[in-house]
């Protein structure tokens, strides 16, 4: 253990990935497909040597910079180690270029979920499992940067609650960053404690989806895709499941992990006396999904009333149902569509305006979670600035209350949330004008530039009025996309943090 503390994370995370790919190594020989399991054991190997070579090389090394050899060490992650994954992905497949294995690569560890093959048929087995093995990865790899990194750095989310937000990160006077230059201890002492819990949660819902009738791969598949929250499926999605509705309770209970990082990191980031029932990010859950379902199960009842369509409770509930569910999961960025989803446009006759998704996917799900977005603790800050700013019109003398913590979300909370919004616009702007030079119509650039900043792959599919393909995609086109989701996954303020003058002059 104290020798692996004395390597550079990018080295350790090399070794994860290699030693990673002798789990579709172990399934393919498990369904006797020999070539299948030789390539992704041989690339194993590679990768271990590799890995063991990097170590020889850097063993005892210390940057003279920790905040930015911390930064660096994310950026190369996301950019670089889907290299690896893609190698034996491109062996195994079949008429796939490296190219295209490379974006499903970056698409799977950024936990974007964004595919070029629709059709789950043309890919083996091990190939979807080796999907969803590197999103769960990359969904672990999250919540471990999240604690280690993005909260002492007061970055991907946690600059709401700290007094002077982003300013105390890019000043010179920051002494907290001083004392975090062992970035091994920190990691040592998280992993312990995060992948634990990650792996538990992940195998209680694989037992739990087996149990109700599921196929055991298409069940660790989708364990996988839900904490990871990258949606990817071996099946196209839970809409296919044999779970059936089950099988969809199941899953719901699971997005909680997404909401909230209290529900499974209490106490990491010095909240040990916070409460569930009281975190803001659950509260701005509970009223944007309440709010959403009630907008369209009114819409579509109304639309079943104009139609003259006769209501049933059984299509009333699956109305209410379906969009619970699929509200909830392009909250959480995960992207899976309710079977009961296009069961309430049959009962009504109407449509579901795709643009409900995309919203929610904008705003995404809990800080140091593996949900992308914007993040519903920067929505809350503008949310209560907004109400205390409505209040003083009404009341210019009143005093607003809430103690400290109250007012520094209400002022500079919600500054440095608006912020981050106007980049995360800027980002927008930049990627679909990007897109429309590669020659993408306008209308599909946007929904994908949201599905690839908000790492919530599957919108091309639900959001748009006929389903957009990655796979048509001009090979430029799918080079932006994929920096888009490295930059979603990182967020648009630890990139903007890497370029600060004040962090390569220490």
Same mark, same amino acid.
């Given at each position: 253990?104290?020798?692996?503390?004395?390597?550079?994370?990018?080295?350790?995370?090399?070794?994860?990935?290699?030693?990673?790919?002798?789990?579709?190594?172990?399934?393919?020989?498990?369904?006797?497909?020999?070539?299948?399991?030789?390539?992704?054991?041989?690339?194993?190997?590679?990768?271990?040597?590799?890995?063991?070579?990097?170590?020889?090389?850097?063993?005892?090394?210390?940057?003279?910079?920790?905040?930015?050899?911390?930064?660096?060490?994310?950026?190369?992650?996301?950019?670089?180690?889907?290299?690896?994954?893609?190698?034996?992905?491109?062996?195994?497949?079949?008429?796939?270029?490296?190219?295209?294995?490379?974006?499903?690569?970056?698409?799977?560890?950024?936990?974007?979920?964004?595919?070029?093959?629709?059709?789950?048929?043309?890919?083996?087995?091990?190939?979807?499992?080796?999907?969803?093995?590197?999103?769960?990865?990359?969904?672990?790899?999250?919540?471990?940067?999240?604690?280690?990194?993005?909260?002492?750095?007061?970055?991907?989310?946690?600059?709401?609650?700290?007094?002077?937000?982003?300013?105390?990160?890019?000043?010179?006077?920051?002494?907290?960053?001083?004392?975090?230059?062992?970035?091994?201890?920190?990691?040592?002492?998280?992993?312990?404690?995060?992948?634990?819990?990650?792996?538990?949660?992940?195998?209680?819902?694989?037992?739990?989806?087996?149990?109700?009738?599921?196929?055991?791969?298409?069940?660790?598949?989708?364990?996988?895709?839900?904490?990871?929250?990258?949606?990817?499926?071996?099946?196209?999605?839970?809409?296919?499941?044999?779970?059936?509705?089950?099988?969809?309770?199941?899953?719901?209970?699971?997005?909680?992990?997404?909401?909230?990082?209290?529900?499974?990191?209490?106490?990491?980031?010095?909240?040990?006396?916070?409460?569930?029932?009281?975190?803001?990010?659950?509260?701005?859950?509970?009223?944007?999904?309440?709010?959403?379902?009630?907008?369209?199960?009114?819409?579509?009842?109304?639309?079943?009333?104009?139609?003259?369509?006769?209501?049933?409770?059984?299509?009333?509930?699956?109305?209410?149902?379906?969009?619970?569910?699929?509200?909830?999961?392009?909250?959480?960025?995960?992207?899976?569509?309710?079977?009961?989803?296009?069961?309430?446009?049959?009962?009504?006759?109407?449509?579901?305006?795709?643009?409900?998704?995309?919203?929610? #996917?904008?705003?995404?799900?809990? $800080? @140091?979670?593996?949900? *992308?977005?914007?993040?519903? %603790?920067?929505?809350? +800050? /503008? =949310?209560?600035?907004?109400?205390?700013?409505?209040?003083?019109?009404?009341?210019?003398?009143?005093?607003?209350?809430?103690?400290?913590?109250?007012?520094?979300?209400?002022?500079?909370?919600?500054?440095?949330?608006?912020?981050?919004?106007?980049?995360?616009?800027?980002?927008?702007?930049?990627?679909?004008?990007?897109?429309?030079?590669?020659?993408?119509?306008?209308?599909?650039?946007?929904?994908?530039?949201?599905?690839?900043?908000?790492?919530?792959?599957?919108?091309?599919?639900?959001?748009?009025?006929?389903?957009?393909?990655?796979?048509?995609?001009?090979?430029? #086109?799918?080079?932006?996309?994929? $920096? @888009?989701?490295?930059? *979603?996954?990182?967020?648009? %303020?630890?990139?903007? +943090? /890497? =370029?600060?003058?004040?962090?390569?002059?220490?």
């Amino acid at each position: 253990m104290a020798a692996l503390r004395q390597l550079p994370f990018f080295v350790l995370l090399m070794g994860i990935a290699s030693a990673a790919m002798l789990v579709p190594a172990l399934h393919a020989y498990a369904l006797s497909a020999t070539e299948v399991m030789q390539t992704f054991f041989y690339a194993s190997l590679l990768g271990l040597t590799l890995t063991l070579l990097a170590a020889l090389a850097t063993t005892g090394r210390e940057p003279r910079n920790a905040a930015l050899s911390q930064l660096m060490t994310l950026v190369l992650a996301f950019g670089a180690l889907p290299l690896m994954f893609a190698v034996p992905f491109y062996e195994v497949g079949q008429n796939v270029r490296f190219t295209d294995a490379w974006f499903e690569m970056v698409s799977s560890f950024t936990t974007t979920g964004a595919t070029l093959y629709e059709d789950a048929g043309r890919l083996q087995p091990s190939l979807h499992l080796w999907r969803a093995t590197v999103g769960w990865l990359g969904g672990m790899l999250t919540w471990i940067v999240a604690v280690a990194i993005f909260a002492p750095m007061n970055l991907g989310g946690f600059e709401v609650r700290t007094a002077g937000g982003i300013a105390q990160f890019t000043s010179g006077h920051n002494t907290q960053i001083g004392r975090i230059a062992k970035l091994q201890d920190r990691l040592s002492r998280y992993t312990l404690t995060l992948v634990p819990i990650y792996t538990g949660l992940t195998f209680l819902l694989w037992i739990g989806l087996v149990l109700l009738g599921e196929v055991p791969y298409v069940a660790l598949c989708h364990a996988m895709s839900v904490l990871s929250t990258s949606g990817i499926s071996p099946i196209g999605g839970v809409y296919y499941a044999t779970s059936g509705f089950w099988g969809e309770v199941l899953i719901f209970c699971f997005f909680a992990f997404a909401i909230s990082r209290l529900t499974f990191s209490r106490g990491m980031f010095g909240d040990s006396d916070a409460r569930l029932s009281r975190d803001p990010e659950v509260f701005m859950a509970l009223i944007l999904v309440s709010g959403t379902t009630a907008l369209l199960f009114t819409r579509h009842w109304l639309g079943s009333i104009e139609e003259g369509t006769t209501s049933t409770i059984s299509s009333l509930f699956a109305s209410l149902w379906g969009s619970i569910f699929t509200v909830t999961s392009f909250l959480t960025t995960t992207g899976y569509e309710s079977r009961y989803w296009e069961g309430a446009a049959d009962w009504s006759g109407l449509e579901t305006p795709g643009l409900f998704l995309v919203g929610l #996917a904008l705003i995404g799900g809990g $800080a @140091a979670t593996t949900a *992308g977005g914007v993040k519903l %603790l920067r929505v809350y +800050a /503008l =949310f209560r600035h907004s109400e205390r700013e409505i209040e003083r019109l009404l009341h210019p003398s009143s005093v607003g209350g809430g103690g400290r913590e109250a007012r520094m979300i209400r002022r500079q909370g919600a500054y440095i949330s608006w912020v981050f919004f106007m980049l995360f616009a800027l980002s927008i702007a930049a990627v679909m004008l990007s897109l429309a030079l590669t020659g993408v119509q306008f209308e599909t650039t946007m929904i994908l530039t949201v599905a690839a900043l908000s790492t919530t792959g599957p919108l091309a599919v639900f959001a748009g009025e006929t389903p957009i393909s990655y796979a048509g995609l001009p090979d430029a #086109a799918k080079a932006i996309l994929a $920096a @888009a989701m490295v930059l *979603g996954r990182l967020e648009t %303020l630890a990139l903007i +943090a /890497l =370029f600060n003058p004040e962090i390569w002059r220490r």
